[in-house]
């Protein structure tokens, strides 16, 4: 039996290793984090295509059951107009459309998955070093202890250490020019919001929210800060974010303001950046998956769905090819193409969100959007990034 070592527990290393575990490898993950945190990294948007991999997975129910279902994206302007509806999946199939849930939820069905498939999982083992031989490859974790497997899989995030392993001259993540800013809050008086997330083109910040039937409100701010911001804004505090983005939001219109004066615990501000154009995703015995080798900033609600497709894939491929050298070429080869035109697709939307436009820029916007926003709603032309479908049955061509 084959034995794979997993570095990361988020989203593609524990999918990799359900897919593994049923192709009758022996598997095992390791994670940098303590201990799991269901509520460290606000929500996000898992797609129909990472549903449908969860679907694979006998996980799909789990994770709707305790997300938000949003299949409509209602648009507003700054002053109060609805700019339009786009849907927030293929055009014209709400029950198709994407869940928004805690990322501290989306690993969690997937870790009690691992869990109760006996798959083990080791917290706090953050990977420090990668060494190989012709015949195993064996990890050095911070803590000094050690793990040997036949392979390993880098699912550890776009600030991989396993991508440096395979090409210490692989690019770095791309700052995007925005700051993402979100948490949670509860609003007296503001009614639930089914199926709809609502998108905000504020006078001086792009701000977004749902209300779930609980009257949780899930919120986010993107706002415009320029590279050499970078250093500092990690610095910056949860009072600090929170008196900028009432100052931003403050001639916006309800509930955008109510929210900030009601959000609730900490703000999670971080540099949005994405990441492409690697050009190696394996060396030797080792493959990363995920963002470490293709991140898509938050505005293509993709990136944790393409995790779950890297992972399903993947684990076709060593499923089927007759070595891991062939699968790991053939999985790059079958996902990299996807991937770049997603972190490209997010890299037009976060353009729209950049406040760089004069006051005469924005009427143009606003008044430009309906119209645009109106074909949106009935376009599938997007639908290529919904309806991408990798069945695990079937068998992983070969190139
Ligand atoms: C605020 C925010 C909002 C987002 N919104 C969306 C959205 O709406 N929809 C969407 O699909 N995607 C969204 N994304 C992107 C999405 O979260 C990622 O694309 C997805 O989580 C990628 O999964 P992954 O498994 O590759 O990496 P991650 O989920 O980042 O998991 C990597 C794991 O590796 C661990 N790790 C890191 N280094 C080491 C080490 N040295 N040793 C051991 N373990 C290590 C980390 O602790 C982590 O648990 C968002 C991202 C952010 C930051």
Same mark, same amino acid.
């Given at each position: 039996?084959?034995?794979?070592?997993?570095?990361?527990?988020?989203?593609?290393? $524990?999918?990799?290793?359900?897919?593994?575990?049923?192709?009758?490898?022996?598997?095992?993950?390791?994670?940098?984090?303590?201990?799991?945190?269901?509520?460290?990294?606000?929500?996000?948007?898992?797609?129909?295509?990472?549903?449908?991999?969860?679907?694979?997975?006998?996980? /799909?129910?789990?994770?709707?059951?305790?997300?938000?279902?949003?299949?409509?994206?209602?648009?507003?302007?700054?002053?109060?107009?609805?700019?339009?509806?786009?849907?927030?999946?293929?055009?014209?199939? $709400?029950?198709?459309?994407?869940?928004?849930?805690?990322?501290?939820?989306?690993? /969690?069905?997937?870790?009690?998955?691992?869990?109760?498939?006996?798959?083990?999982?080791?917290?706090?083992?953050?990977?420090?070093?990668?060494?190989?031989?012709?015949?195993?490859?064996?990890?050095?974790?911070? +803590?000094?202890?050690?793990?040997?497997?036949?392979?390993?899989?880098?699912?550890?995030?776009?600030?991989?250490?396993?991508?440096?392993?395979? +090409? $210490?001259?692989? $690019?770095?993540?791309?700052?995007?020019?925005?700051?993402?800013?979100?948490?949670?809050?509860?609003?007296?008086?503001?009614?639930?919001?089914?199926?709809?997330?609502?998108?905000?083109?504020?006078?001086?910040?792009?701000?977004?929210?749902?209300?779930?039937?609980?009257?949780?409100?899930?919120?986010?701010?993107?706002?415009?800060?320029?590279?050499?911001d970078r250093p500092a804004l990690r610095k910056v505090s949860t009072g600090e974010w929170l008196a900028e983005l009432r100052e931003l939001h403050a001639d916006d219109p309800y509930p955008v303001p109510q929210i900030l004066e009601h959000a609730s615990?900490?703000?999670?501000?971080?540099?949005?950046?994405?990441?492409?154009?690697?050009?190696?995703?394996?060396?030797?015995?080792?493959?990363?998956?995920?963002?470490?080798?293709? &991140?898509?900033?938050?505005?293509?609600?993709?990136?944790?769905?393409?995790?779950?497709?890297?992972?399903?894939?993947?684990?076709?491929?060593?499923?089927?090819?007759?070595?891991?050298s062939a699968a790991f070429a053939e999985y790059q080869r079958l996902r990299q193409p996807r991937a770049e035109a997603v972190v490209g697709y997010a890299r037009a939307i976060n353009k729209q969100k950049r406040v760089t436009k004069s006051r005469l820029?924005?009427?143009?916007?606003? &008044?430009?959007?309906?119209?645009?926003?109106?074909?949106?709603?009935? +376009?599938?032309?997007?639908?290529?990034?919904?309806?991408?479908?990798?069945?695990?049955?079937?068998?992983?061509?070969?190139?």
């Amino acid at each position: 039996m084959s034995r794979a070592l997993i570095i990361g527990s988020g989203v593609a290393g $524990p999918a990799v290793a359900l897919f593994l575990h049923r192709a009758g490898w022996q598997v095992e993950i390791f994670e940098a984090a303590e201990q799991p945190d269901e509520y460290a990294g606000l929500f996000l948007n898992v797609a129909s295509n990472g549903l449908a991999v969860l679907e694979q997975l006998g996980l /799909r129910e789990r994770l709707v059951g305790e997300g938000h279902r949003a299949p409509h994206m209602a648009m507003w302007s700054s002053t109060g107009k609805q700019l339009g509806t786009v849907p927030n999946g293929p055009a014209r199939e $709400p029950d198709r459309g994407g869940v928004v849930v805690r990322r501290g939820i989306l690993h /969690r069905v997937l870790r009690e998955a691992v869990q109760e498939a006996g798959i083990p999982i080791t917290f706090g083992a953050r990977l420090e070093s990668i060494h190989e031989t012709d015949a195993a490859v064996h990890a050095t974790f911070a +803590d000094g202890r050690t793990a040997t497997g036949d392979l390993l899989i880098g699912a550890d995030g776009i600030g991989s250490p396993t991508r440096l392993h395979i +090409d $210490p001259a692989a $690019p770095a993540p791309e700052y995007s020019g925005l700051v993402g800013l979100g948490g949670f809050a509860h609003v007296p008086g503001l009614a639930a919001t089914p199926e709809t997330q609502h998108m905000v083109f504020g006078r001086r910040s792009f701000f977004g929210y749902l209300v779930r039937d609980d009257s949780e409100v899930y919120w986010f701010a993107n706002i415009t800060h320029p590279a050499t911001d970078r250093p500092a804004l990690r610095k910056v505090s949860t009072g600090e974010w929170l008196a900028e983005l009432r100052e931003l939001h403050a001639d916006d219109p309800y509930p955008v303001p109510q929210i900030l004066e009601h959000a609730s615990g900490e703000v999670g501000g971080y540099p949005i950046d994405d990441l492409a154009h690697v050009p190696h995703w394996s060396r030797g015995r080792v493959v990363a998956v995920g963002d470490a080798v293709h &991140a898509i900033s938050p505005s293509a609600g993709q990136g944790a769905s393409l995790a779950l497709e890297d992972a399903i894939t993947l684990a076709r491929c060593l499923r089927d090819l007759p070595d891991h050298s062939a699968a790991f070429a053939e999985y790059q080869r079958l996902r990299q193409p996807r991937a770049e035109a997603v972190v490209g697709y997010a890299r037009a939307i976060n353009k729209q969100k950049r406040v760089t436009k004069s006051r005469l820029g924005i009427a143009i916007r606003d &008044a430009m959007l309906p119209m645009f926003l109106k074909k949106a709603r009935d +376009d599938t032309r997007n639908d290529w990034l919904y309806n991408h479908s990798i069945e695990w049955e079937q068998r992983a061509p070969i190139g």
